[in-house]
């Protein structure tokens, strides 16, 4: 002990500074070696989900006018819409009001639709995923929820879909 007590004070503050400096650089050189493995094992994998991909998404490729013409036609606009309505009062929700904005451009066209609706939060979940499993054209823009209390048992819900479809000729 006398012999380490003697060592340090002949090193002296700065001493010891640089020795903790490099105990601490060898520390880092150790981590920095397992940080450059992991980064070359994580690149690897990388490599190859994207070589996996790559096969897949060259097997189907599908064209604009593929997509298209896999829309419903715009004489069945009316029935998806009173479809999606229909729904919401199969599963017990308020659909007080619905405003509608159609858009057409370049052989496709969008029914944006807005409908505020209220009922559990636990319907206005089922509601949306069946009205997304229902119809396949059928997308969710935005939803807004509102409670109007902490206690209160309901949601009021602003849902925001459209209904995309090809345009009439």
Do not use: C, F
């Not at 013409?69 to 229909?86: G, K, M, T, V």
Request: glycine content about 4%; proline content about 6%; overall charge positive.
């Amino acid at each position: 002990m006398n012999r380490l007590a003697r060592v340090l004070r002949q090193l002296g503050a700065p001493g010891l500074a640089g020795v903790a400096a490099l105990l601490l650089a060898a520390g880092a050189l150790l981590l920095g070696q397992r940080w450059d493995a992991q980064a070359t094992r994580l690149q690897a994998e990388a490599r190859e989900l994207r070589a996996k991909a790559r096969p897949a998404a060259a097997a189907a490729p599908v064209s604009v006018q593929q997509w298209q013409a896999a829309l419903p036609p715009a004489s069945q606009r009316q029935q998806r819409l009173a479809d999606l309505l229909e729904l919401a009062i199969r599963l017990d929700l308020n659909a007080a009001r619905t405003e509608h904005r159609l858009a057409s451009t370049e052989g496709l066209e969008r029914l944006r639709v807005t409908m505020p609706v209220t009922g559990p939060y636990a319907q206005v979940r089922r509601y949306i995923a069946a009205a997304l499993a229902h119809d396949p054209a059928l997308s969710l823009d935005a939803v807004k929820l509102r409670r109007v209390s902490p206690m209160a048992t309901e949601v009021e819900a602003e849902l925001q879909w459209s209904l995309h479809g090809r345009a009439a000729p």
